[in-house]
């Protein structure tokens, strides 16, 4: 099915680990996202990529990183996970402009770090 | 800077009831606004987009109406079912962009019960 990808669903880090989330997606979108969902606090934008070969910084970007490795892949890093990281993480995509565009999401990433 | 707000928070009704969710945003220059579904444990779910030229968009038992000039949006969603059960979220674009980076509200948790 088209749509948006990601890997891992689940992941456990200790305080100081780093690891990679992975996105992808099939639709020849030219825009790619990472939100992030806590409670009480809703979905906030960690950093965005308006097309293959640009990143910019959303409204929570301190401590990730990102990759826009092609048009189909975006990915983002902690390089030193944090307790307070502890979310889940959702990546999207969208055409970028025209009438009809919309976002997809993948059905995000759960990670706790202790 | 967009901010969007949604009430209620929770809402719980009987099977078969007509309902209103409501959203509101600080913007007015907002270019779109789209409905999510939010199953638990799962990524959105793309409902409803309107464009700023757009009145309203339906799709099947939901309405979806912006009124740019008074800031709000609604969700319309006729005869409900025990299967409508779950979060709504509406999504504006991050204020002085007509694409791309969405500011969401916090949800409207909908119950429905047989």
């Known amino acids: 099915n088209a749509g948006v990808t990601q890997t891992p669903k689940f992941q456990v880090l200790k305080t100081g680990q780093s690891m990679t989330l992975q996105c992808a997606q099939d639709?020849?979108?030219?825009?790619m996202y990472w939100y992030r969902q806590d409670p009480g606090m809703g979905l906030r934008l960690i950093y965005y990529?308006?097309?293959?070969?640009?990143?910019d910084k959303g409204e929570v970007p301190n401590g990730y990183n990102v990759s826009r490795l092609n048009k189909r892949e975006f990915s983002l890093r902690l390089e030193s996970a944090a307790p307070s990281q502890t979310s889940v993480y959702f990546c999207?995509?969208?055409?970028?402009?025209?009438?009809?565009?919309?976002?997809?999401f993948g059905s995000g990433t759960r990670l706790t770090v202790v | 800077k967009q901010e969007v707000t949604q009430i209620p928070a929770a809402l719980s009704v009987p099977e078969g009831e007509n309902l209103v969710l409501n959203c509101s945003f600080t913007?007015?220059?907002?270019?779109?606004l789209q409905w999510f579904r939010q199953d638990p444990g799962k990524g959105l779910t793309s409902l409803l987009l309107?464009?700023?030229?757009?009145r309203e968009q339906t799709s099947g038992r939901l309405n979806a109406s912006l009124d740019k000039s008074s800031g709000r949006s609604t969700l319309y969603i006729a005869a409900s079912q025990p299967g409508d059960s779950a979060t709504y979220l509406c999504?504006?674009?991050?204020?002085?962009?007509?694409?791309?980076?969405?500011?969401f509200g916090q949800g409207t948790i909908l119950t429905v019960h047989p």
């Open positions: 309107i464009q700023s030229s757009q």
């Open positions: 999504a504006g674009p991050a204020g002085g962009t007509s694409y791309g980076k969405l500011t």
């Open positions: 639709m020849n979108h030219n825009s």
């Open positions: 913007d007015s220059a907002i270019y779109n």
């Open positions: 990529s308006a097309s293959e070969g640009t990143t």
């Open positions: 999207a995509s969208s055409a970028q402009g025209g009438p009809n565009y919309g976002y997809t």
